[in-house]
């Protein structure tokens, strides 16, 4: 499903954040590594010398994946470099969807600086609003350097609300765990709304409804991806908070890893608007975090 990941950067350490997850994806996945430097107009620093930075995190990155590449039973890492001049956001949507299958995977925050660093947050924003092709966000704070030989995406949230839409995501997480023998977590978030006394009686009547008709939803999904061989289970959450704090609350009770969703959804009696809550998400959680662009209807 995906025959190149893509990583952007900028020079700092704080876009290489997202570099460890590349490594490992990629090591495990067996799949091609590409880093991309965006160098802006006003960046007068020279070819050479930035051709010399990518190549010196190329040689850095081939070494780390091979830790992983036994799992994917492929040799050696394949590594390559590209060097764009630009809008960062423009060239890194324009280059990702010259590519075919792949994905992007890039810090979502970050520290700009005067004609050398991009402000990451805003290109990151900007790329998951625009691109056709899924995106990996890794939240760094600023400055953070990478931290390697930590990283293990053993654990991968599937948060879904049982539209088609938010199912656009479930091929990502299939593959994605397969490749990296990750268990899968599916979360649905049943929101409650008591508030007239008179008619509790039947909105718990209504609430155990929606819970039998979720859980068996939840359950053939986990039979599914349990006949491709894949650990599965299910979460079902009935809460009136909002569905993002929920799953922002799980994946750090739980030790999640990377949660998978997709980016717009149905509302509706049980359904969320997807495209906010994976909004929520990334902005408020901690957790690394792909977003799968639906192509289907949706109410934003």
């Known amino acids: ?34 880093l991309l430097f965006v160098k802006e107009p006003q960046d007068y620093r020279s070819e050479y010398i930035l051709q010399c930075y990518m190549d010196n995190i190329a040689k850095i990155a081939r070494e780390a ?66 691109v056709n092709t899924p995106v990996g966000l890794i939240r760094a704070n600023r400055d953070k350097p990478a931290v390697r030989g930590a990283i293990r995406l053993n654990r991968i949230l599937a948060p879904v609300d049982g539209s088609k839409v938010s199912e656009a995501s479930l091929p990502y997480v299939k593959e994605a765990a397969r490749k990296l023998k990750a268990e899968v977590i599916f979360l649905e978030i049943l929101k409650t709304h008591f508030v007239h006394a008179p008619s509790m ?51 750090e009770l739980n030790q999640i890893d990377l949660t998978i969703m997709a980016t717009h959804g149905w509302s509706g009696p049980r359904r969320w608007v997807m495209g906010s809550v994976a909004s929520n998400v990334l902005r408020e959680g901690n957790t690394p975090i792909m977003m799968i662009r639906s192509t289907g209807p949706f109410k934003d």
């Open 65 to 130: 994946a091979t830790l992983f590449l036994a799992e994917s039973g492929v040799t050696e890492l394949q590594v390559s470099t590209k060097i764009l001049t630009g809008s960062p956001a423009d060239q890194i949507i324009d280059f990702a969807e010259s590519q075919g299958d792949c994905l992007i995977i890039m810090a979502s925050h970050g520290q700009s600086g005067v004609g050398t660093r991009w402000t990451l947050g805003s290109v990151a924003d900007k790329v998951v609003r625009a």
């Open 1 to 34: 499903m995906f025959d190149k990941v893509i990583v952007p950067l900028d020079g700092s350490t704080t876009a290489e954040v997202a570099l460890p997850y590349a490594e490992e994806f990629t090591g495990r996945m067996g799949t091609e590594l590409v």
């Open 201 to 251: 009686e039947l909105q718990i009547k209504d609430l155990k409804a929606a819970r039998s008709e979720v859980t068996e939803y939840l359950d053939s999904l986990v039979q599914d991806f349990q006949k491709s061989g894949i650990a599965a289970r299910q979460e079902i959450i009935e809460s009136w908070e909002s569905v993002s704090d929920e799953i922002n609350r799980f994946t």
